[in-house]
């Protein structure tokens, strides 16, 4: 059941991000910059699976960014 | 409205006010001479007021940019340095090479250099005519041709002026929603926003369920009269005319439309032409580019197959 | 008076796009569709180790835009593999033979050098789908299946999840989940845990060594379940500076031993006496915490990343990853990548068992769950084409150091690389239409 403790203090670390209300709104007409795809989070879509499918064959940690998944036999 | 009337500038410091309508926001401020308009559907009153101030902060750049009435304008240094090469910014280019397109599309009617005839056509209602060898000493100074434009670069002979007041009202309006649609994109996708700035108008995006918005326009020539409404789902509106301007001389209605090749009015120009295209540039245009058309406005708009309106 | 040409609609249509679309607020240019509502992006890679494997990967992902903000996303993936694989037998100052997974055949490993199985050939195909849309207001699902499948390997997968925006959109929370199950039917069968690598010649018959080698043998095929949950939030922080934080769970039970892999027990004079199929624990949970950072400074684009991941096998890794892009000239960018990986061993990594001492409950001498450092260095050229296409082109250098997790290397070990650097480079070619 421990992993049910981790999963509680995650969704309080969670809560506590939205909770940033005190952070500067930033208004419908400043996100200019940020509509663009080059501050995409996934902006690296194919280089980040590509990296993704190779350093989880080459290493022993996968994920984080999005799901590991399963998907190959090289590790 | 083409040209515009010797107006005061309107001070960037107009207020803008915020009001929340039946069916959402509605933003009022003064721009280049006319009342402006945003209207907004159902969103936060933040949203909808962060919104109309950048709409507003537009306009006025535009205004004081290309404002003949102001000295420091990009337009105003452009006429007080002809002769001469002068580097443009972008948009400043992109505005010429449009009114050079316009020029060469309208057989050299639509033409920005013809304000100058100003300097003898006072429109006050009088009968003073100017005499025929003042419009003539003026002609050698029109011709949008005789402008060269490069990339990054124009000339405009000695003595010519240019003046935007025929398209910059127009093309605010068309920035102002490409800002709109842009600022609200990733916000508010389907918000629906119409642009109006003294009539000239654009529906950025359609009501739901294609409800059209119903927009009173000043009836041109006729102020006191009540407005007429206009149905307008998306696209752009503009009207061109003569408004209160114009002489009367022996029983001749001199119009403030001048055709920019004799100098001299356009005679049997319809009183206004409204009509409805994809930009607000563009729907400006041919109104304008039609009541240049004298009698053969109609044919002239018929040939465009765009939904029209002319008073005669 | 009358103009020549009397319609100039038209025309004039094109140039009052031009006027207004022409400058500064540049909508994204809007690329030639080659299906209208279809977006593609398509990627080659070729990775080569030196003296080790190849991998030739390529990438077609569509994005079918079904309005109302409706999305279906298609992947598919092929990639071939060849070349050798470290055994996690150890090098030794004598060669040495070893019999190939299958059962089938032999090879030989030259004294001094790190053994290697030559016999690694694979295809795969690989294909995702997912949907997404809006479900609410300021709410958007997705779901989406996955199937993988290689000669030996079948990986089929779902997952779906939320992502809810707040604080008007400058706050996203998202939430998802992913189950997967994995088939492993290797050549040559599961091998039982720690059972000895067979060598023909040992044997007086073919059929006593066939007989043998089956018994070694546990199960044909084997499999493992992988649940995942990924709890995600980002934020806005300035108009230049946006942010993620990601904690991800995941619990995979079953088979997560490589059939391939050994572990050498040597004795005192670090000479190998047998190599025994390794065993891993059929448990494993992970957790990680993963932050990115993509900012806008002075017109470049800076995304900067990183991951802390753990698990109960000890591993526990950083990983720091940074892509930094600057535009130059019309249209152009050059984006260095520089990535920094640092790794501690699972408890059960043994980069050799001793002879005589009890076998422990696993083991595995796997360099992949071993410590090790690795560093990647790369750059990446791209262009956008007339049409809105993007094209880039990416070189990169990847080297990997094992290092040893403090155990004393008894004899003729100490004098024999046990922890090679595994060097890389990949190009990567990426069109999008």
Redesign the interface.
Known sequence: MK?VG??ML??L??AQ??G??T???????????????????N?????N???D???FS?????????????????? | MTQSTAAQPTPPTTPLQLSATAYGWLGQFRAMASPCEILLGPCDELMARQLCAAAAAEAWRIEAKFSRYRQSSTLSQLNQHTGQWQKLDSETLSLLQFSKQCFELSDGMFDISSGILRKVWKFDGSDNLPSDDAVAALLPFIGFDRVELTADSAFIPAGMELDLGGIAKEYAVDKVGQLLLELSASVEPSLSLVVNFGGDMLAVRPKPNDDPWRIGIEHPGKPDQSAMLVALCAGALATSGDARRFLYKDGVRYSHILNPKTGWPVQDAPRSVTVSAPSCVMAGLLATTALLQGQQAKEFLQAQELKHWVID | MQLKKLNITAALAAASCALIAGQSHAETAKKDALIEGWEFNSAFLYYKETDRVQAAEAILAARGDFGDDKFLNLNLVVDTLTGASATGAVAQPNAQSFTRPSGEGSYTTAAGETPLDDTFHDTRVQLDASWEQPIAQNLRATGGGHFSKEYDYLSLGVNGSLAWDLNNKNTTLSVGTALSQDTITPEGGIPSAFTPMLFKNNFGSESAYEQAFDQSRADDSDSKTTTELLFGATQVISKDWLMQFNYSWSQADGYMSDPFKVVSVVNAQGITQQNLYEQRPEERNKQSVYWQNKVHMAGTYLDLSYRYMWDDWSVKSHTVDTRWRFPVSNNWYIEPHVRFYQQSAADFYKPFLMQGQALPEFASADYRIGEMDAQTYGVKVGTVLDGGHDLGVRLEYYQQNPTNPGVELPGALANVELFPSVKAIMLQVSYSF
Do not use: Q
Request: hydrophobic share 35%; with cysteine; aromatic share 6%.
């Open positions: 992993h981790k999963l995650a969704a670390v969670v991000l939205s940033c209300a952070l500067e709104r930033v208004k419908p007409w400043e996100r200019g910059t940020l509509a663009k795809k080059e501050m995409a989070l902006s690296a879509g194919l280089d699976a590509l990296d499918h190779i350093y080459k290493e022993g940690s996968s994920g984080g960014r999005s799901f590991a998944g399963g998907g190959c036999g090289c590790n």
